[in-house]
């Protein structure tokens, strides 16, 4: 088989039903066996709607997402789709190709260095060398990109390799000295864990994005009750548990519920599962709940301890530590007197806005609740539409949001949401979209159209890039500084791309726009004209503890 061959034999066994990507000179030799191949391709209209959509179908899916694009910008057009996937611990494996092995050091056209731009950005990343090679280096990616803490492997594959023939041969194990990620808690740690929950009083369990990652989320629900704890989530976390069960605080942080984060603040013992203690979470640090003793369950030994001091330290996967940690757990704790104090604050503090005659975004992400009735994967930009869809929907399933955590990628809603519904085509998918960040990567919207991938987009369309104007209104002396946007008419932009555009301009219209909008078997536009100065509320500013926030609890 010659090299292109090899490579698309390789990603048959490996399950891949669907690559996402570009064409161009240096993976031609690929492209001209896809020809003949029964794996599906979606050509994108941009490299970054292809890392994004390879990463959507995997945060939908829990399978491996693969893209596909030329040397040079073609390549380095992934990279910001790639730094994201990176970022929230999504298994992908980028494939790129590269300027003849001959060629390599030589500025030749189209040649960028992508493995060592990709380097700080992958969980690691080959430069094809030799085509005997290549087999294994296609099964050891996708082991490495799904095992231990998941992330993007990337494959350069100069295109003389990929010309190049050699008999298959496919390693059916992988053997790797040095990576052997440890997937069962130590049983000493266990122990001491169960013994810490059983005497604590104001116990709280803080899940990450790692629940979902290792389909946690009955274990998760299964220790919650036992123990009778209050369960918040990080924004990559939701969905890991019932957002409409009783024990759940919803999202903490930055713009967390005030209850979650006042929870978490007052606890004498965090159980974090899955979690980074990242900054968006914590705060200022030397202030993030001074008085808990803290279990940290993680799969990567990295992560613990790397910026909040832990008590027990359990490395092992988040599905096996929680099975191993019920097994040692017998008697509930007494939290009684916890909940007393934890309804009071939902009582005195709820999340609330306050309704007006103008169209609230909250109102329509809470009717694109009740239209779905909570069974549809939401995808987001990044911004106040993100932050409001955290809030207002609540997700009871994992795997039914999906949004940039870590890097925080404008553009990323859209061709997540098409990926996401390639992956799951019998599911309603969302993107909740603002007007300054769908602008970023809308070419995708004729990708959908050309492949009958049909997505739902609600752009919460304020006429301004809101986040960072919110910012610039509390702390800039409304110094709105290039954050006023003119916007095309997103209507006829989508009709012009094939798909429907309705527009929403009174409140009362909302929910027949979306009831309109899920039965129309296309892609739809809905511009919803909200609040042009509507806030995210509530809100922990910058260097504050996270019990400190403006539109919360004071």
């Known amino acids: 088989m010659t090299g292109a061959q090899i490579l698309l034999e390789s990603l048959k066994r490996e399950g891949v039903d669907v690559i996402f990507g570009y064409p161009g000179g240096q993976v031609l030799p690929i492209f001209d066996k896809i020809y003949d191949s029964d794996i599906r391709f979606i050509l994108v209209r941009h490299e970054q709607g292809a890392a994004h959509a390879a990463d959507g179908y995997s945060r939908a899916t829990g399978k491996v997402g693969v893209c596909l694009a030329t040397s040079g910008p073609g390549a380095t057009n992934l990279v910001t789709g790639i730094a994201n996937a990176y970022m929230d611990s999504i ?21 960028a260095d992508v493995t060592g731009i990709t380097r700080p950005i992958t969980k690691h990343n080959y430069l094809v060398k030799d085509v005997k090679e290549l087999a294994r280096i296609v099964r050891e990616a996708f082991y490495i990109a799904s095992t231990g803490r998941p992330g993007p492997v990337l494959i350069d594959i100069p295109s003389d390799v990929q010309m190049h023939d050699t008999e298959f041969i496919w390693p059916e194990e992988v053997v790797m000295r040095g990576y052997k990620p440890t997937i069962f808690g130590h049983p000493g740690q266990i122990k001491k864990a169960a013994k810490l929950i059983s005497e604590a009083k104001k116990p709280i369990i803080y899940a990450g994005g790692g629940i979902i990652t290792s389909a946690a989320h009955q274990e998760l629900k299964e220790l919650a009750e036992k123990i009778k704890a209050p369960v918040v989530m ?97 008697a ?16 005195k503090h709820p999340l609330t806005y306050k309704d007006g005659g103008k ?3 909250q109102y329509v992400i809470e ?58 085509p019998d599911k309603t998918v969302i993107d909740i979209a603002g007007d300054g960040s769908i602008q970023m990567n809308i070419q995708e919207v004729m990708t959908c159209i050309a492949n009958k991938i049909n997505v739902k987009v609600a752009i919460l369309n304020n006429g301004y890039l809101g986040m960072v104007r919110q910012w610039q209104e509390l702390f800039y002396k409304h110094r ?42 296309n892609t739809v536009f809905i511009d919803f004209h909200i609040e042009p100065e509507e806030n995210v509320f509530p809100m922990v500013p910058a260097g504050e503890a996270i019990d400190k926030m403006i539109g919360g609890l004071a």
């Not at 980028?94 to 056209?109: C, E, M, R, Y």
């Open 91 to 111: 298994p992908m494996v980028a494939i790129t190709g590269q300027v003849k092995s001959f060629l390599i050091g030589n500025d030749a056209f189209q040649e």
């Open 367 to 424: 009717q694109l609740y009740e239209a779905t009735k909570g069974d549809a994967i939401i995808t987001t930009e990044v911004g106040q539409n993100q932050m409001w869809a955290c809030q207002w929907y609540k997700y009871k399933d994992p795997r039914s949001f999906i949004s940039s955590g870590g890097l925080g990628t404008m553009g990323f809603g859209l061709p997540a949401a098409m990926g996401a519904k390639v992956g799951c």
């Open 480 to 521: 709105y500084s290039q954050t006023t946007l003119h916007n095309p008419d997103f209507v006829k932009l989508a009709e012009s791309y094939g798909a429907t555009g309705i527009r929403v301009t009174r409140k009362e219209d909302v929910r027949a726009a979306i009831d309109k909008a899920l039965a129309i078997d």
């Open 359 to 361: 169209i609230k975004p």
């Open 234 to 330: 990080t924004m990559m976390g939701l969905g890991a548990f019932p957002g409409t069960h009783e024990l759940s605080l919803g999202m903490l942080g930055m713009h967390g519920t005030a209850y979650a984060n006042h929870a978490i603040m007052n606890a004498d013992l965090i159980i974090a599962v899955g979690a980074r203690f990242d900054d968006r979470v914590t705060g200022r640090l030397d202030a993030f709940a001074r008085n808990a003793k803290v279990i940290h369950i993680d799969i990567d030994p990295a992560s613990i301890s790397k910026n909040v001091n832990v008590d027990i330290p359990i490395v092992g996967d988040a599905k096996n530590v929680l099975g191993q940690l019920l097994q040692e757990i017998s």
């Open 332 to 347: 509930p704790s007494d939290t009684e007197e916890w909940f007393k104090t934890i309804n009071a604050w939902r009582k």
